[in-house]
């Protein structure tokens, strides 16, 4: 597998996970022309500032809640930050996949079909992560109120990343059953 080449392709699909996004870099970048201008940087950094926020705003939300009286409350954060991470995966998956319909221009370039598709789920993750890097602080919090020691820290980010793999497994088994019922309509 070729990283570089997977690399490139990442730069490319990014741009597809979020179209309204691209769309305010391009009438930004229309106003007030660079020379050296990437979009798919200056997607990369909106996407790394909407994580940014999301989390400074929901680590001063989750500080002062005691999760051991309330762990209702827990769950429903739990919950919520999923299905929401979940909607942006599958959305994001849909218009990388589909609405992109740039498969047919790599069919002729020496492109191996899992390093698009790689490249393709790698793409999506910056949207995914916007809604589940808050359940990191929330993990931490909550461990650390319930265990009380640094045992917390690495079993927030094993649920963590146990949340990524699942909210994408479920978007792509989402995009799959879209892709099924896509096929039957005439």
């Known amino acids: 597998m070729n990283w570089s080449t997977i690399w490139e392709l990442i730069k490319i699909n990014i741009l597809y996970s979020n179209p309204q996004t691209l769309t305010a870099i391009k009438r930004k970048q229309a106003k007030h022309p660079k020379e050296n ?6 997607m990369l950094r909106q996407q790394a500032f909407l994580i940014l926020l999301f989390s400074v705003i929901y680590i001063s939300m989750f500080i002062g809640i005691d999760f051991n009286h309330f762990p209702g409350l827990f769950s429903f954060y739990i919950a919520t930050f999923f ?3 979940t909607i942006t995966a599958f959305t994001s998956m849909y218009t990388i996949f589909y609405e992109s319909n740039d498969v047919k221009l790599y069919v002729h370039l020496p492109i191996k079909s899992e390093e698009l598709y790689i490249a393709k789920i790698i793409s999506s993750l910056g949207m995914e992560s916007v809604f589940l890097v808050p359940l990191i602080s929330l993990f931490i919090i909550a461990f650390w109120q319930m265990l009380g020691n640094v045992l917390a ?3 927030a980010l094993l649920l963590f ?4 793999v699942s909210a994408n497994a479920f978007a792509l088994y989402l995009k799959c059953m879209d892709w099924k019922n896509h096929l039957k309509k005439p």
């Open 161 to 164: 990343f146990i949340l990524l």
């Open 83 to 85: 299905v929401m991470a």
């Open 37 to 42: 201008f990437k979009a798919y940087k200056s």
């Open 153 to 155: 820290i690495p079993l």
